[in-house]
């Protein structure tokens, strides 16, 4: 009926507009956005069709064509809050992620209750890594809709990766009642049980998952890995069984099989899923170690290459280090299998010493958030004298330092945190109001310019900036800062 109307009335632009949606909408991409060029061509003002030519391009993966399209529509008008939103996540996938937060932001403001506003603009702060902005954007998404299942367990999901399991659960199941055939929670929240190590309570997951999509083989290799770690381990060889068939071309179903087959004794099967593992996904270290480790039993010549291999690729990891010395022992290359022993216990202490500052560094963090910066200082003292050069130590040692007023040792601090990691705008930034709590407004200029070089869009950082400048004597560079943030400086943000 639609092409009918079109036909009738070709010189409709609303009539193409809407048949190019319907057949975007069935997955006629092509032919959608001939329709809305035809309606473009008729009406070259019309910013839904251009919005709708976006957002097909979009989908057809013409980022750069999709976004010119979509900043027209705005650019039209103004308040198209959902031409906004879509020219964001035209942005993101075209990889400009300060371009792409931007739109979003203006979205927001044009629609503070816009769910998937604040969902894509969470992905895209996790893409870069800030984990706070990610959490505080889905945090908004579930206040704006507490039914969303997608919000609750996007931010589920930023929970865990912070290491906060039991809120992550949380998170996962409330996802879960509101959507219970929602199959990317069910995963979420099994392999949160699974985590917890409550593996019963994983494995039921597992098996709703599977019921809703029986043909994963992802979804059989997480429940045959977790029935392993349940020590159900025929159950496991079943379901793994099963994955592989499924998935043949993924190289870590392959290997979860090659694992339960070796507990279970099967060698000479778990020696072909291991091959088959290092074949599909040469890059993989571990998957080159326990290959070489396998082959050890046939052919030693085969299983030092694939040792060495799995050192050029983790040239860190102190296992390696000891299976190629038991091997060069047995072949009798005495002196290779010292050197390769004596590497594997460097490392191995310099493992545990990282684990004992990555350890103290968590105690700090935990002593920070409750405001005791004497015990956080304490322990993230101890962090850095585990490990020197660990960066997050430093730097949070360098927070602690300077709420205790100790303000050169916190400046050392946090130079010793950006000289190993100098592209962290965070350091920068913190290291910034250090040095405006010691007076050195120059200094601290410097740090929010750089913060902001490193990160455009950072939410206080310009605000800080022109603060610096003024205070350091530079009235038109702060004014000129001042007008550039966006949303405008608050009286406290710009102090």
Known sequence: ??????????????????????????????????????????????????????????????HTAAVQALEEAVAMRPDFAEAQLELGEALGRKGDVSGAVAALQKAIVLRPGMVAAYNQLGLLYTQRGDTQQALAAFRRAVAADPNSAESHSNLGVT???????????????????????????????????????????????????????????????????????????????????????????????HFQYAEALAQAGTLDEALEQYRQAARLNPRDAEFHLKYGVALSRTSQTEAVNELRRAIELDPNNPNAFSAIGAVLR?????????????????????????????????????????????????????????????????????????????????????????????SDPEFHFNYGVALEREGSWSGAAREFRTVLELRPDHPEARCFLADALRRSGDPAGAEAELVKAKPPCSLRSAR
């Open 1 to 62: 009926m639609l092409k009918r109307a079109v036909s009738e009335d070709p010189g409709s632009a609303e009539a193409h507009n809407y048949y190019g949606f319907v057949l975007g909408h069935t997955g006629f991409l092509a032919e959608a956005i001939e329709q809305f060029h035809a309606a473009l061509k008729l009406n070259p003002n019309y910013p839904e069709a251009l919005y709708n030519l976006g957002t097909a391009l979009s989908l057809d993966r013409q």
């Open 159 to 253: 929970l865990h990766q912070s290491g906060r399991l039991e809120e992550a659960i949380t998170e996962f199941r409330r996802a879960v009642e509101h959507a219970p055939k929602f199959v990317q929670a069910l995963r979420n929240l099994a392999q949160a049980m699974r985590d917890k190590g409550e593996f019963g309570a994983a494995i039921g997951y597992y098996r709703r998952v599977i019921e809703l999509e029986p043909n994963s083989g992802a979804a059989h290799a997480d429940l045959g890995f977790t029935l392993k770690r349940n020590d159900q381990l025929g159950e496991s060889l079943r379901e793994l069984a099963v994955a592989v068939k499924l998935s043949p071309e993924v190289a870590r179903v």
């Open 330 to 422: 047995r072949t009798g290359d005495v002196a290779g299998a010292r050197a390769a022993f004596q590497r594997s216990r460097e490392l191995s202490e310099m493992s545990d010493h990282h684990s004992q500052a990555v350890l103290h560094t968590n105690k700090g963090i935990e002593y920070l958030k409750k405001s005791d910066v004497a015990g956080a200082t304490q322990a993230l003292k101890l962090a850095v004298a585990a490990e020197p050069d660990f960066a997050d130590a430093n730097h949070y040692l360098g927070i602690a330092l300077s709420a205790s007023g100790k303000l050169a040792e916190a400046s050392q601090a946090f130079r010793a945190a950006i000289v190993v990691r100098p």
